[in-house]
């Protein structure tokens, strides 16, 4: 009689831990490549949400107080140095907003600032400047340029 195998033979599970393995060297720079740029994109959009508080500001008087991103409704972020960024004054209507990663951002773009510009003319552009070692241009999020 024949004998009937059972399971799976030891080159089999080797042959598959092999392939995992290999896969995992290969997924997991990838998923820092998305985690890093999800943490870029995250603190552009807290910052842009101080655009709104700044133009409500800049209509009812002409200047907005000096690093005050409480009083605009700005929340603490885990991303940033600090928690919050800083704003200049926007006398005259021009200034900026720098936000500085650091706190729990990965390695890769701990360091890095995004900086929201915006022209007396009240338009807005961002920046991203300071770029640490392990940036990668994937990371800029649309609507801002590497200085």
Same mark, same amino acid.
């Given at each position: 009689m024949k004998a009937v195998q059972k %399971?799976?033979?030891?080159?089999?599970l080797m042959i598959?831990? +092999?392939i995992?393995?290999?896969?995992?060297?290969?997924?997991? =720079?990838?998923?820092?490549d998305y985690i890093s740029r999800s943490q870029v994109t995250r603190v552009y959009g807290e910052?842009? +949400?101080?655009?709104? %508080?700044?133009? +409500?500001?800049?209509t009812q008087s002409s200047s907005v107080p000096a690093n005050s991103p409480a009083s605009?409704?700005?929340? #603490?972020?885990?991303l940033?140095? #600090?928690?919050? =960024?800083?704003?200049?004054?926007f006398a005259n209507g021009a200034g900026t907003i720098v936000g500085t990663l650091? %706190?729990?951002?990965n =390695? $890769?773009? $701990?360091?890095?600032?995004?900086?929201?510009s915006r022209a007396a003319t009240g338009v807005w552009t961002c920046t991203i400047g300071s770029r640490p070692t392990g940036w990668k241009a994937k990371f800029v999020p649309r609507g801002c340029t590497a200085s």
């Open positions: %399971g799976f033979t030891l080159i089999e598959v831990i +092999a995992i393995g290999i896969l995992a060297a290969i997924a997991l =720079p990838l998923y820092q910052l842009s +949400a101080l655009k709104t %508080g700044i133009e +409500a500001e800049l605009l409704g700005f929340t #603490n972020s885990t940033l140095v #600090n928690g919050v =960024p800083t704003n200049t004054n650091g %706190g729990s951002a =390695p $890769s773009v $701990s360091g890095a600032t995004i900086t929201l």
